[in-house]
């Protein structure tokens, strides 16, 4: 089976950086998204990580280690309207079909 | 037009209701997806269609039955619920397969009595 773990809760700080970590071990990853998720809306895409290493978008960036079945969100200069829910979901079972969602990071920003 | 649409936004039914929810894009998109979100939970990948043939069902129970009629429409039909099914469906589309992200819809609450 596949096996995605986020942290359950965050809380940071208005102006700060926070890092959200996913571990994941699943049979045949492909690659790793993250999606922000504010109550009672549906899930926006954030970001894509296929090959190792950082990817850096505005005051977002991830990072996926694949030997170490890992990638963590960083989120920069925190604005109140980032308090959300960060999801880790992975692509995998060869054929690029099969998305499986992490337990999700509540993150709230206090100021 | 990012934009999936779905309707109705809410829906209310008995046990024994037949009922059908309603996804569209009109982004071209060959990628269609169903997921049930239950509160606090990650949404849980139901079905995939792949250029409108059924490519993936999580071992979903029979009472849901997916549809895609087209290339920019997916339904779900729904038939003898129960109440455990009550939660937040969201439909999604990815331009071919799950290595392009995902536009969610709005979802639909779906509460059954």
């Known amino acids: 089976g596949q096996n995605i773990d986020q942290p359950t809760e965050m809380t940071a700080t208005e102006g700060a950086i926070v890092q959200i970590n996913c571990t994941y071990q699943t049979s045949g990853f492909n690659g790793l998204f993250w999606y922000q998720q504010h109550a009672g809306e549906a899930p926006t895409f954030l970001s894509y990580?296929?090959?190792?290493g950082l990817e850096e978008k505005g005051r977002f960036s991830s990072f996926l280690s694949r030997s170490k079945g890992y990638s963590y969100l960083l989120l920069k200069e925190l604005q109140m309207k980032d308090s959300a829910s960060y999801l880790c979901a992975v692509t995998h079972s060869g054929g690029y079909q099969k998305v499986t969602f992490g337990t999700g990071t509540k993150l709230q920003v206090i100021p | 037009d990012t934009e999936v649409t779905q309707t109705p936004k809410h829906l209310v039914m008995g046990m024994t209701n037949k009922k059908s929810l309603k996804c569209e894009q009109h982004?071209?998109?060959?990628?269609m997806y169903w997921y049930k979100q239950k509160a606090k939970k990650p949404p849980e990948l139901m079905f995939v269609?792949?250029?409108?043939?059924?490519?993936i069902n999580e071992s979903v129970p029979s009472r849901f039955s997916p549809e895609c009629p087209n290339s920019s429409l997916l339904n779900l039909h729904l038939h003898a619920l129960q109440p455990e099914d009550s939660a937040l469906y969201l439909c999604a589309s990815s331009l071919q397969d799950g290595s392009y992200e995902q536009y969610f819809g709005p979802g639909t609450r779906l509460t059954v009595t």
């Open positions: 990580n296929v090959l190792d």
């Open positions: 269609y792949s250029y409108e043939k059924l490519s």
């Open positions: 982004m071209g998109h060959r990628a």
